[in-house]
């Protein structure tokens, strides 16, 4: 009888599922509402949820947590091994708040960020002054990104990578498949014990072709006696920047990013001539510091939102998109433009004929994206005078 008790026990203990401490159910509609570290932790319980940070969270008691063999060496004494590192394959909205002060210290383990792989979307999210170790694949937000997109992010601090491997990044170790959008990182990175020729990246490394980066930027050091990018040694960040004097990565002229002087790095035309928009997402305090984004409330008082009112504009949204995009569009003068689409390897998927009726006036044109493939795209706007280009990612 005890033990058909003690199994019957055990059968209904399996099937209770482990459920979230804050309020919400995960839902899209109803995501997981964090407001502390303990519940940021919680992710590891489901991670194919909804998740919403509802406020900053403070994280240096990490540095006291899970003590034990971080390095799997006896002889010395045991350590905090602090936050561990979990998985994402729902959604993280970060809502504008960041997450300071997180420590993991776990050198002969691989895959540690403050995501170990992801392969969901998360955005409006800020790691500031985080102090991550690991083996290989070491990075600030996430070590290893799959699918999806990462959006108006931010990292700040100390990745460390202890031993041979490979992904090693301020903002995220290795991403293949995904993309990262808007995002920027000043994250030292150091390599120790590095003797295998492993490039090491300020930004992230990107060993795929097509899909990558898109408007980031980078400026933390990296450290190692191998080789170093800012953005991973294959050619897949489309408007992107990193300062040449605070990385020490010189710009060779090789990759699509470029490599600028800290002084250029600081001024708004740098940015607003390859399509930034500062009007609603970056905004810049002009000569003394790099741009920050909109979504955390960072912009100084003397940054104007506002768009001048006359001001050829492009904006096509979703973005990301699924079915469909309408493309918002004016330009100061009148006649027949271009509306264009080309793909990450530069080929035409789409081109249409719009006549700009008004030039005082915002005009639609809605498109039909169905077919197209998961990819990082880029619509053009191009009058015989003026060329306006954005670029959008489809997801299916």
């Not at 990013?257 to 001024?267: C, E, I, N, Q």
Request: glycine share 10%.
């Amino acid at each position: 009888m005890r033990t058909i008790l003690y199994v019957s026990f055990l059968i209904i203990f399996s099937t209770i599922s482990f459920s979230f401490s804050g309020k919400g159910s995960g839902a899209e509609d109803d995501p997981f509402q964090i407001t502390n570290i303990l519940q940021l932790q919680e992710i590891k319980d489901d991670l194919d949820a909804n998740y919403k940070l509802m406020n900053d969270i403070d994280a240096s008691e990490t540095r006291l947590w899970n003590i034990g063999d971080h390095d799997g060496n006896p002889a010395t004494p045991d350590e905090p091994m602090g936050y561990k590192p979990t998985f994402l394959f729902g959604t993280l909205n970060g809502d504008g708040y960041i997450i300071k002060n997180l420590y993991i210290n776990r050198p002969k383990e691989s895959q540690v960020a403050l995501f170990s792989r992801v392969g969901g979307h998360i955005y409006k999210l800020g790691l500031e002054n985080c102090h991550i170790i690991g083996c290989e694949t070491v990075s600030g937000l996430c070590a290893i990104w799959t699918q999806g997109i990462i959006e108006y992010c931010f990292t700040s601090g100390i990745v460390e990578a202890r031993c041979v491997g490979w992904g090693r990044g301020g903002l995220c170790g290795y991403l293949n498949g995904g993309v990262v959008y808007q995002s920027y990182s000043s994250c030292t990175v150091s390599v120790i014990n590095d003797n295998w020729d492993f490039s090491t990246a300020s930004f992230c490394i990107n060993p795929s072709s097509g899909v990558g980066m898109l408007y980031c930027y980078t400026t933390g050091e990296v450290i190692s006696n191998k080789r170093v990018s800012a953005f991973g040694e294959n050619d897949n960040a489309s408007h992107c920047f990193w300062d040449v004097e605070t990385t020490g990565i010189p710009d060779t002229g090789s990759h699509e990013a470029r490599g600028l002087p800290t002084s250029d790095m600081k001024k708004k035309a740098t940015y607003y001539n390859e399509s930034w928009n500062f009007f609603t997402i970056w905004c810049i305090d002009e000569g003394r510091d790099y741009p920050k984004l909109r979504a955390f409330g960072k912009c100084p008082p003397t940054d104007v939102p506002l768009e001048p009112i006359n001001e050829n504009k492009l904006n096509a949204f979703p973005n990301p998109a699924y079915s469909s995009i309408d493309v918002l569009y004016k330009f100061q003068t009148d006649g027949i433009s271009q509306i264009i689409i080309t793909n990450s390897y530069g080929q035409q998927v789409y081109n249409a004929n719009v006549n700009n009726i008004n030039p005082e006036q915002e005009q639609r044109h809605s498109i039909d994206i169905s077919s197209f493939p998961s990819g990082l795209y880029f619509v053009t706007l191009r009058s015989p005078a003026v060329a306006l280009t954005q670029g959008v990612v489809v997801l299916k």
